[in-house]
């Protein structure tokens, strides 16, 4: 990513711990699924077992009814990803750059799950950035009313790599919020809504951002 968009993200940082009340920690949301947990580069050889190998180079998650995949389909891939490969699972947010977080704000891990299906992704929480790591764990429901879940759930910043999240930006929720927007799938640049929105690298480089921005504001 440019010069250009990390200046505005970190802008943009800077001026969210400038409406932080005297006293009060940021509040910060990271989404699991492809943001702090690499699970695309799982989805797709299961896809692949399940429906043929023309889905074994899966390029994003958000493909899949364009792939004729149908949204039980999908999610139950999905599923299996969790409960049967967790541990293959990859963390994409160091242990280092959470625990960073932790210090100077108020993270917390945030994902939809289906009632009882969020023991592996507490357990895979756990596993990574420790036992009192926060879980927001948001009911299953249409991928297009995932961004106002997040919000309501009252972050100042959300780290998240949905182009549906960015979408979301635009909703009176979002006024005082902002979003980190992972450029993990191109396409998401084109629904950035610039008043909230900024593009970061990975997580890895918002949590950086994060720090960055906290000294500058001590």
Same mark, same amino acid.
């Given at each position: ?6 200046? /505005? ?14 006293? /009060? ?33 899966? /390029? ?159």
């Amino acid at each position: 990513m440019g010069v250009v968009e990390e200046e /505005r993200a970190f802008s943009l940082i800077c001026g969210q711990f400038g409406k932080v009340a005297k006293g /009060r920690r940021l509040k910060i949301g990271i989404d699991v699924d492809d943001t702090a947990a690499d699970v695309t580069g799982l989805l797709g050889p299961m896809l692949a077992k399940r429906h043929g190998a023309a889905f074994s180079s899966l /390029r994003n998650r958000f493909d899949l009814s364009g792939l004729g995949i149908s949204r039980v389909d999908g999610q139950g891939a999905y599923a299996s990803v969790w409960n049967e490969k967790r541990n293959e699972i990859k963390p994409l947010l160091s242990r280092r750059a959470f625990m960073m977080l932790k210090e100077i704000a108020v993270p917390s891990f945030v994902a939809a799950r289906p009632k009882g299906a969020e023991g592996a992704l507490r357990e895979w929480v756990e596993h990574h950035y420790g036992g009192d790591a926060r879980v927001d764990v948001l009911p299953p429901g249409p991928t297009s009313a995932h961004g106002a879940k997040k919000l309501g759930k009252g972050y100042d910043i959300l780290i998240d790599d949905a182009p549906h999240v960015a979408a979301s930006m635009k909703l009176p929720i979002a006024r005082d919020r902002a979003l980190l927007l992972v450029d993990k799938w191109k396409e998401a640049k084109a629904n950035v809504n610039k008043a909230n929105t900024a593009i970061v690298a990975n997580a890895e480089h918002a949590a950086d951002l994060i720090f960055e921005a906290h000294e500058l504001a001590e």
